[in-house]
């Protein structure tokens, strides 16, 4: 994974049993000079460019996986940019050689072969100078775990940060349950250290798949593949929040309204346009404790001033009372 590379050809060593497997794959029997074979380390159990790493037991499912599968150039899947294919695969350990965090260091191995023909000569010459060298390939996981808190690193229960340390650990994931093997492809400038992976992250079960772990995930500013069922979710959800947040504005309009016809009607020497200023900057909470203030003070009994030195004499005395109108 951090380090993808062609290691050696063995144009002259193609044994009997490698054109029998080889042979596995053709219409017509090839012979030696028929093919050209190189080996390359596909991915191995190291920290890469991400922060990511797969398990050794994931190097032993995509050793099954990547056999029968095709080389291709920039991941591009054109049938007609199919360039080699892999017939063997094989997980190795080298001695002496240590991972970032100390294990015993594993690789994945494969061999593939091109078809000796005017059209692959090119590329073979450049396989064998090391023009052509870095490759990264292509899989998917069901499992994306923290090494901090061994929570799936995309969901809400994980609030870490892979690059990052949190007591001196660092914090990566570990990509586990590998469920399907793509291609490897050649390029020329590899997205990560040394020729990484290009790796597809799916939940194993989709359908329930909760959007705060899909918004988390797009927030986490790396490349996310969604399946089918997420962008559906994900374009449900939008459509939501378009439909309150319209709701939300017309609710807004008619506070304001509601606001300002009070305000103009408590004083009405200030000019509307002022209290309109005013208005358009307020919150919705603070339109609706000035309408809930209004209405209030609406609702108040008037003190009726009404001819008389107290109360009692209110209902006694034989003058009209009708200066006023309520």
Known sequence: MKKGTIIKSAESTVSVEDLKLINGYTRRELTENDVYTFSVVLCDNDIDRDFERFTVESLFELEKLFVGK???FDHNPKALNQTARIYSC??????SKKTFTGDDYFRLVAK??????EKNEDIILALDSGIIKEVSVGCAVKNNSCSI????????NCTHT??????????FSELSDVFDAYEFSFVAIPAQKNAGVIKSYQNFNEENKDMKDILKALESKEKVTLSDSS????????NELEIEACDGRLYKESLKKSVLKSMSLESPEISVDTFKGIVDKLSIEELKALQKG???SAKEEPILQLKGSNKEKIGKTTEKN?????
């Not at 094989?90 to 001695?95: A, D, L």
């Not at 892979?162 to 001196?168: D, E, I, M, S, V």
């Open 149 to 156: 808190c061994c929570n799936d690193i995309h969901s809400v």
């Open 70 to 72: 095709t080389g291709i």
């Open 162 to 171: 892979k690059g990052q340390y949190y007591n001196n650990k660092l914090c």
């Open 90 to 95: 094989y997980v190795e350990s080298v001695e």
């Open 294 to 296: 209004y209405k209030k």
């Open 112 to 117: 593939a072969y091109i078809p000796k023909c």
């Open 231 to 238: 962008c559906k979710k994900l374009l449900t959800y939008i």
């Open 322 to 326: 009708n200066q006023f109108t309520i």
